[in-house]
């Protein structure tokens, strides 16, 4: 089992960037794959990125591509969402997940239910 927290949500303007933190508890955080979420008001959870166990692979929803990045350290028990070039578009509250992934390289899926555990989200507002 284990335990999501995200940090680095906040308000930011047009343009600029911010950086999500994932920190996670157990000792068995580099067999899970992470993903990224976000969700807006009124709208349905999305697929924002995703990286394998051993970080060498990495998905992105095409809306985001070039403008963020997701890493990890299994040392730290951490992932991150590197983003910039924000848009008011990206405002939303951001959630990691993790899916026991058996094997190292491989992505987890873009479908919400692939995950098994769930952090409590952190908002970013993106201003015009």
């Known amino acids: 089992q284990v335990q999501l927290a995200e940090s680095g949500g906040g308000l930011v303007q047009a343009g600029g960037s911010l950086r999500l933190s994932c920190a996670a508890s157990?000792?068995?955080?580099?067999?899970?794959?992470i993903g990224w979420f976000r969700q807006a008001p009124g709208k349905e959870r999305e697929f924002v990125a995703a990286?394998?166990?051993?970080?060498?692979?990495?998905d992105y929803v095409d809306s985001v591509k070039g403008r963020f990045t997701i890493s990890r350290n299994n040392a730290k028990n951490t992932v991150w969402l590197q983003m910039n070039s924000l848009k008011p578009e990206d405002t939303a509250v951001y959630y990691c997940?993790?899916?026991?992934?058996?094997?190292?390289?491989?992505?987890?899926?873009?479908?919400?239910?692939?995950?098994?555990?769930w952090g409590q989200g952190t908002q970013v507002t993106v201003s015009s």
């Open positions: 157990g000792r068995t955080f580099s067999r899970y794959a």
């Open positions: 990286i394998s166990r051993s970080g060498t692979t990495t």
């Open positions: 997940a993790a899916d026991f992934a058996p094997s190292s390289r491989v992505v987890s899926g873009r479908d919400s239910r692939d995950y098994d555990y």
